[in-house]
């Protein structure tokens, strides 16, 4: 049994400390420990440290079994939520008003020591059309050779290539040998055009030749074109790999291919899509996606949220563990859990006036699904404010919430600049990528503030954006909402 | 609803920035975006003016306004508010600072165009265009009429199509 005064020590606290006393308490250590600030090597356990010490103290319940030496892990899941709001309150006003929420899940360490780990099941898509030819094949090429060395006893790989048609080169298996790879990658050379649809669907049923449920299953798509006529097949499929538990994340090379569509297709499994403008980066792109999935704590997360009446969410935004914005819907697949990181999304919500009875409102009802290896989790959660008269009693919002909402302020104007362009404005497209520029070279970033700053000569000359510029700003507004901008 | 100071956008009670230009709404003490600073796109005028402004005149005033193009300081006057425009033979309200000399007319400039505004309590300088026929602009956007828009020290401040410095001396180290 630890000591049972281990976790005030966390929090800095005595035993005696009140309720008011351990929630101040918790607030100046999380500030303190975050890993956003501090960057110390183990910042992030000992956060998690206090996060996990303070949901036990805070509840009273908890906290008398705590005090009495029971295992505090015993009664809950293991999981844990956390809210942070961008006011404390929500005004009492006449007219309807806005309250972002960051709503963040994680597992303890507690939790994560007792659960199996999950063996990869990946499916890499890659796309060998004509204008793959040259240099960017070889290079796919000797990234794919090394990912795959890298992998695990038990991890299973399939490799897939597509242009109208698709080929398996590697079917689904473990540890293939260094001459089964070569063999296969040689296979892959450039002909043909670009149809996603074939190549997923392969990737898709090399997946489910092995049982879903004890794997972390996600298909890697690589592409550098447009694809034609088969975009509906492609969603319904995404949706339906969803349901498998089986994600999606797509890396767009070049100018060519359909960002809207691999964005659209991605999110549906939770999955992330990127865009690289040079073909060396799809190392570092693969590398980072199976490192990612090798964190994984559960296969599969899924939110529903459901808004309170009255209450209306008005966007949705992931951001841990990687930065995508999420459908227009209330049921959300999101990918995997991590280990070591929390699962992060950000709401905006509209709420009406509130009726005067009322001292603390409900904005919305949600539940999180951890789908583990045999078992899933279930995590429900309320997210409700005090009512507050006086604006002047709002403090100013966390650094965080802050933070994450001023950068996605950042990806709306460059998604507005597309809306202006779209219909027919360029006008305003240049002016609203002109203020985006200066509000990026206000917050340090300089280099996206001198694309947004180009995009916005070209627009003015071309009335369109550059080829490539779209495709950069987009991912570059979207990136900079990672906390630790990976 | 609360206004976006910048554009006038209105947006709802509880957004932090203006959807509509990005511009800062509520908590500006939590100083994460400095709101106004607008990007410098006239980057002909990025020149060194240290040589062509009196070091006396750097070290005792608070605000110049510079005329890159003939590289010389403006005259204005010493005090907290004053109006710039043209001045016309007949003219009731006259300005204080009379453009007339850098070819007013022709390049747009209004007989009352806009007031310069020092607040020493709040350590900012504003623009408020009065609604001149041809607009003001703060290196290059447009700014709306009749409201401040805060002077930053680089900025270019453009009357018509009449060109200025903004130089705010204790901000140059």
Redesign the interface.
Known sequence: MQDKTDFYRRLNIGTGASEDAIKKAFRLAARKAHPDVNKNDGATQLFLDIQEAYKVLSDPTRKENYDQGRDPHDSPSGILTAFEYSQQALLRLEEPQVIYALVDILSTQDEIQISDDLPLNIALVLDNSTSMKGARLDILRAATKEIINDLGEEDLVSVISFNDRAKVLLDSQSKPSDIQVEAALNELYAEGGTEIFQGIEAGYEEIRKHPTLNYVNHIILITDGHTYGDEDNCIALAKSAADQDIGISGLGIGIEWNDEFIDQLCALTGGQSLFIHDIKQVKEFLVHSIASLKEAFSRRLTLEITPAPGVTILSSFRILPEAIPLPNQQLFSLGILKKHQPHRVLFEFLVNPIPDKIDQAVIASGEYVIKKKIRDQVIPFILERKLETDPDNLEAPAPEIFKAISHLTFYRLQEKAQQDIASGNPGSAYQRLLNLSSHLMAKGEDALAKVAMNEADYIKSHNNFSPTGKKHLKYGTIRLLLPDKT | ?ITCKVCNNQ???????C??????LA?A??E????L???N?NRALEVDFTQTIPKKLLEDSTFILYSNEREEVIDIPDQNEFTIGRFVEGQVITPDVDLNEYEAYDMGISRLHATIRISPEKGKIFVVDLGSANGSSV????IPANSEVPLNHGDVLSLGKFNMKVILPQDMK
């Not at chain 2, 947006?11 to 920035?17: D, I, T």
């Not at chain 2, 959807?19 to 800062?24: T, W, Y």
């Not at chain 2, 994460?32 to 709101?35: P, Y």
């Open positions: 609803m947006e709802y009670h509880g957004v932090f920035f959807g509509e230009c990005g511009s800062q908590f003490s939590t994460m975006v400095n709101t600073v607008y990007p796109q290196n290059g956007y447009e």
